[in-house]
């Protein structure tokens, strides 16, 4: 019985703070959201993070034409831990980036970014870039097309392209290129590339997607969000987190 008091007793002291941390942080992330006061014949939403205000443009592609709330955890996680992680002068790229909020924060934290995503979201991707980053950026960022697993030697060769972070957004939903997103990861993560991934969990199906990624990655979770169904992971090559972490502690 005391056995089980004391277990109740733990259980409120760890399980509290968890689902304060939730519901007060993903309040948090969503305050950065705002919408125009009048209607503009331009449908766009705003932003506010690392220090600027994000006017994004909608387009008319059904997933790529919103910003998704994956994206926003992880401009959070980018602005909160920009000095931890110290994103200038650091060689990013991001996949599937949709209107670009995210490759427009780390622009604007510092980094080197390449957007990528579809040929047919390039237009407004390299619209939103621009029109947020345009003299506010150290590096201006690039928005270059990557349909996952197609050409990626020829367009990103191994020998050439090196990035210190891969950034990637709710990019595992029900879609039939799953095979080609893993390819893709692995084409561009060198053994000191850092993942920062922002996982929406929606059906087992693509649920899975995260075992085969852990078959190749390791995986830390950075932000767990049970309300919004959202992890955030840091990732790299297998066993080159023990490495990186042991090259710190010397
Ligand atoms: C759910 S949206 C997320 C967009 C953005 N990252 C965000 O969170 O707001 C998924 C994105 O993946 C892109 N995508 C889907 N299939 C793709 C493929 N085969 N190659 C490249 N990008 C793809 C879509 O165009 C879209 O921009």
């Not at 592609?61 to 110290?86: I, M, R």
């Not at 893709?184 to 920062?196: G, S």
């Not at 969990?201 to 969000?225: M, P, S, T, Y």
Request: glycine letters at 4%; a neutral charge.
């Amino acid at each position: 019985e005391n056995r089980r008091v004391s277990f109740e007793v733990h259980r409120e002291i760890y399980v509290e703070p968890r689902e304060k941390e939730d519901e007060q942080i993903v309040a948090e992330i969503m305050r950065r959201r705002f919408f125009p006061a009048v209607i503009t014949h331009k449908a766009w939403e705003g932003f506010h993070f690392a220090g600027h205000e994000i006017r994004i443009t909608e387009a008319t592609d059904c997933y790529g034409a919103v910003v998704w709330p994956s994206a926003l955890v992880l401009c959070y996680f980018l602005e909160t831990h920009s000095k931890q992680y110290n994103f200038v002068d650091k060689n990013v790229i991001e996949i599937g980036a949709g209107t670009g909020l995210v490759s427009i924060v780390a622009s604007l934290l510092g980094a080197r970014v390449t957007a990528t995503d579809l040929p047919e979201l390039l237009g407004n991707l390299q619209h939103n870039v621009l029109q947020n980053t345009k003299l506010k950026c150290k590096h201006q960022p690039c928005a270059k097309e990557l349909s996952w697993g197609i050409d990626l030697e020829k367009n990103f060769p191994r020998t050439s392209c090196h990035f210190d972070y891969i950034m990637a957004a709710d990019v595992v939903y029900h879609h039939p290129f799953l095979d080609e997103l893993l390819l893709t990861f692995d084409h561009l993560c060198k053994n000191d590339t850092v993942i920062l991934w922002a996982m929406k969990f929606r059906l087992d199906k693509e649920n899975q997607f995260v075992g085969r990624f852990q078959a190749l990655f390791d995986l830390e979770v950075i932000f767990n969000f049970p309300s919004l169904n959202i992890t955030l992971y840091k990732a790299m090559r297998k066993n080159q987190m023990k490495v990186r972490h042991s090259k710190l502690a010397v």
